[in-house]
Every structure is written in structure tokens, then in C-alpha cells.
T-cell receptor, first 114, second 112 residues
Framework: GAVVSQHPSRVICKSGTSVKIECRSL??????MFWYRQFPKQSLMLMAT?????????EQGVEKDKFLINHASLTLSTLTVTSAHPEDSSFYIC??????????FGNGTRLTVT | EDQVTQSPEALRLQEGESSSLNCSYT??????LFWYRQDPGKGPEFLFT???AGEEKEKERLKATLTKKESFLHITAPKPEDSATYLC?????????????FGKGTHLIIQP
């Protein structure tokens, strides 16, 4: 069964609105979670590292004010896409690092901004 | 410059027709090489980790091998349910926070 749950699996929103995506580790506590974006036929691109109890670390070129990350507990990280635009439409995937250093991925969220 | 290159980009096989997928990397100091399977609209599912040249791992119809420059994912007598995108990722000493650099994947289609 899935050890990382991501919700929602699909979301459609209007341009200018904000969307929150949740990532939960079900079987373990994850002090570190990661957020990726994947465009069609492209690699997974790491956006940011979410650290429980501290600020997220963003990769170069990722706007921290646009992609807000909160890791409020050891089992939950959220990614909020603020003021979404059509170019933000993508497949967003989270992963969680287990205590034995295995990386488990969520099933992704398909975001469509109209 | 791509550090991880997967080939072919897409591969169509008949059921039972064995083949291999390639993942080549151009960096030194590899800490690990990972294979994942990704179904449409889903996140990557872990298959294998390889750490040193000469290492091999098997799971059902899949076998992964590693050399100093590349890894192969061999698929023997595939079935339609093996259709998916297979992703390769390398773990580098100076890699990203998650330590992984992904290739673009090979889209595998197994026709009945």
C-alpha cells in the first residue's frame, strides 16, 4: 500500500487563485519531504526541500513567494501555489524520506490553471 | 548538459519480446543509481538501487545492472502490465537536496 499520500490528485483552478496540495507520510515520520514538478515527457525537477519545524529550502529559480511550503508536523507537508497562472499548470509530486533513508513518492497532483 | 541520459525515449515491444533500457551518466563519484517505474498520472514507484559497478538486482521480469558509465534495465518476456515509463536517477555527492538527478525516462509499451 501507499506510504505517502498526496491530495488532491487533480485540481482545476482559475488564474489568480491559490491552490494547496497536501503530502502525508502514512507509515513513518518524515522530517524531510521534497516537492517536484514534472512537465510532460520531462524529468522530475526538484523544487524545494521541506524541513519539519523550519523554513523550506528552495532550488535555484523557484520563487519562494509563489510556492509556499509548510511542514507543520512530522507527517504533513503542504505546497500552496499562490496566484496561479496557466504556466503553473503541471504535475506536482512530493516525496518523503523515511528514517532508513528510503525515498517514497506520492501519486502526484495534476494542476490545471485556466 | 544532461548528467543522466535515458534511451530510447520510447520503446514498443510485443508481449514476450525481451529488451533492455539504457541509462548513461556522465559524472564521477556516483553514490547510487535508482530505477523507478511511473504509471500515467502516478508518482514514481521504487524498483532498484545499485551502488557499485558489476552489481545486479532482479525483481520478477526485471533485472538491473550497473557499470561505471551506465545502467541497463533488462526486461524479460514482458507482459502488457509492464507498460509504463521507467525512470533512472543518480545520486551524486554534490547533488540536490534529495541527492537525485533524474533522467527523462523511457516510455515502454508492451502490446498483447
Amino acid at each position: 500500500g501507499a506510504v505517502v499520500s498526496q491530495h488532491p490528485s487533480r485540481v482545476i483552478c482559475k488564474s489568480g487563485t491559490s491552490v494547496k496540495i497536501e503530502c502525508r507520510s502514512l507509515d513513518f515520520q518524515a522530517t524531510t519531504m521534497f516537492w517536484y514538478r514534472q512537465f510532460p515527457k520531462q524529468s522530475l525537477m526538484l523544487m524545494a526541500t521541506s524541513n519539519e519545524g523550519s523554513k523550506a529550502t528552495y532550488e535555484q529559480g523557484v520563487e519562494k513567494d509563489k510556492f509556499l511550503i509548510n511542514h507543520a508536523s512530522l507527517t504533513l507537508s503542504t505546497l500552496t501555489v499562490t496566484s496561479a497562472h496557466p504556466e503553473d499548470s503541471s504535475f506536482y509530486i512530493c516525496s518523503a524520506l523515511s528514517p532508513v533513508a528510503h525515498l517514497h513518492f506520492g501519486n502526484g497532483t495534476r494542476l490545471t490553471v485556466t | 548538459e544532461d548528467q543522466v541520459t535515458q534511451s530510447p525515449e520510447a520503446l514498443r515491444l510485443q508481449e514476450g519480446e525481451s529488451s533492455s533500457l539504457n541509462c548513461s551518466y556522465t559524472v564521477s563519484g556516483l553514490r547510487g543509481l535508482f530505477w523507478y517505474r511511473q504509471d500515467p498520472g502516478k508518482g514514481p514507484e521504487f524498483l532498484f538501487t545499485l551502488y557499485s559497478a558489476g552489481e545486479e538486482k532482479e525483481k520478477e521480469r526485471l533485472k538491473a545492472t550497473l557499470t561505471k558509465k551506465e545502467s541497463f534495465l533488462h526486461i524479460t518476456a514482458p507482459k502488457p502490465e509492464d507498460s509504463a515509463t521507467y525512470l533512472c536517477a543518480v545520486q551524486l555527492p554534490g547533488g540536490g537536496a534529495d541527492g537525485l538527478t533524474f533522467g527523462k525516462g523511457t516510455h515502454l509499451i508492451i502490446q498483447p
